[in-house]
């Protein structure tokens, strides 16, 4: 009793500091229960935009192309650095190339401003090849409707042709929550089934939480639950997912499970060691290297 006594006043003296001015990190509610739209929401929500907009279909004018991936810029009005450069280095680029952030671009409430003064996506448009996944940080503090303002949805799909040749599949999905919720897992396994038939030569997903915990450093949050896990990996290796491309942990890894590729990345957060991005050259194959910043 006196342990639960103990972690009670915690939890409670934590919440408060949380809550405490307009820089506050630690959303200690929003960690241990959803503080705001849940999953189901959020994936329902992105679909009627989905519906609205149509389907994606990039003609990269090329059969190879480059792809820029970073995670966890964990930015705020001081300290975006990283960020920069890498935005940066995607645009000067030579083309065709696309670029993905995987989840937690900010770090702190009312932060989304910022990200927008680097990635201008306010003012762009549905032929944009900048994708963004939703992390947990993003959702924080009852923070959805602000990233929906900015990036529509959080939850989709869109391929890579050149011409009418199909290239590669990407989907993104939203497992901000340590979950995919019953709605979005159905959504993925209906679309896996279907797109699995139509010779893409790569199938990549891409979100933000990693599935294969080295610690403890993001607690409870670090992995989806085990018989969810089991399910997910099962339906990606069934499917023929090729790569999982994730961030949160904030260290790089690399794991294959049932023929699927599982990649973390490192941060791309300022001020942290051992910061780096990835650009992978899609081609026959897929060939991916790491850049310090």
Same mark, same amino acid.
Not at 109 to 123: E, P, R, T
Not at 237 to 244: H, L, N, P
């Given at each position: 009793?006196?342990?639960?006594?103990?972690?009670?006043?915690?939890?409670?003296?934590?919440?408060? !500091?949380?809550?405490?001015?307009?820089?506050?990190?630690?959303?200690i509610?929003?960690?241990?229960?959803?503080?705001?739209? %849940?999953?189901?929401?959020?994936?329902?929500q992105s =679909?009627?935009?989905?519906?609205?907009?149509?389907?994606?279909?990039?003609d990269m =004018?090329?059969? #190879?192309?480059?792809?820029?991936?970073?995670?966890?810029?964990?930015?705020?009005?001081? %300290?975006?650095?990283?960020?920069?450069?890498?935005?940066?280095?995607?645009?000067?680029?030579?083309?065709?190339?696309l670029?993905?952030? *995987?989840?937690?671009?900010?770090?702190a409430?009312?932060?989304?401003?910022?990200?927008?003064?680097?990635?201008?996506?306010?003012?762009q448009?549905?032929?944009?090849?900048f994708?963004v996944? *939703?992390?947990?940080?993003?959702?924080?503090?009852?923070?959805?409707?602000?990233?929906? #303002?900015?990036?529509?949805?959080?939850?989709?799909?869109?391929?890579?042709?050149?011409?009418?040749?199909?290239?590669? *599949?990407?989907?993104?999905? #939203?497992?901000?929550?340590?979950? !995919?919720?019953?709605?979005?897992?159905?959504?993925?396994?209906?679309?896996?089934?279907?797109?699995?038939?139509?010779?893409?030569?790569?199938?990549?997903?891409?979100?933000?939480?990693? *599935?294969?915990?080295?610690?403890?450093? =993001?607690?409870?949050?670090?992995?989806?639950? !085990?018989?969810? %896990?089991?399910?997910?990996? #099962?339906?990606l290796?069934?499917?023929?997912?090729?790569?999982?491309w &994730?961030?949160?942990?904030?260290?790089?890894?690399?794991v294959?499970?049932?023929?699927?590729?599982?990649?973390?990345?490192? &941060? &791309?957060?300022?001020?942290?060691?051992g910061q780096?991005?990835?650009t992978a050259?899609?081609?026959?194959?897929?060939?991916?290297?790491?850049?310090?910043?």
């Open positions: 009793m006196k342990k639960i006594y103990t972690y009670m006043l915690f939890v409670g003296a934590m919440t408060m !500091l949380s809550a405490c001015g307009p820089d506050a990190t630690l959303d509610l929003g960690m241990f229960s959803p503080n705001g739209e %849940t999953v189901n929401t959020r994936f329902a =679909q009627t935009y989905n519906t609205q907009v149509g389907e994606k279909h990039i =004018q090329s059969d #190879d192309y480059m792809i820029y991936v970073c995670s966890d810029s964990h930015i705020t009005p001081q %300290t975006h650095k990283l960020l920069d450069h890498f935005v940066a280095e995607y645009r000067a680029a030579a083309s065709p190339k670029a993905l952030h *995987l989840g937690d671009l900010i770090d409430q009312n932060n989304f401003g910022c990200v927008d003064s680097i990635l201008h996506f306010a003012g448009t549905v032929k944009d090849t994708f996944a *939703l992390g947990n940080h993003d959702i924080y503090f009852k923070q959805w409707p602000v990233f929906r #303002d900015y990036f529509k949805t959080s939850a989709y799909w869109f391929d890579t042709r050149n011409g009418s040749k199909k290239l590669d *599949l990407f989907i993104c999905i #939203d497992s901000a929550e340590g979950t !995919l919720g019953t709605s979005q897992t159905k959504w993925l396994k209906n679309l896996l089934e279907e797109k699995s038939k139509e010779g893409y030569r790569h199938i990549i997903l891409f979100t933000h939480t990693h *599935l294969w915990k080295l610690d403890g450093s =993001q607690g409870h949050t670090s992995n989806m639950a !085990l018989e969810e %896990t089991y399910e997910f990996t #099962d339906m290796g069934k499917y023929g997912v090729e790569f999982v &994730s961030g949160h942990q904030h260290a790089r890894q690399s294959i499970y049932k023929g699927v590729n599982y990649l973390v990345l490192d &941060s &791309s957060k300022d001020e942290e060691k780096s991005y990835m050259q899609m081609g026959k194959s897929i060939i991916y290297h790491y850049s310090s910043y």
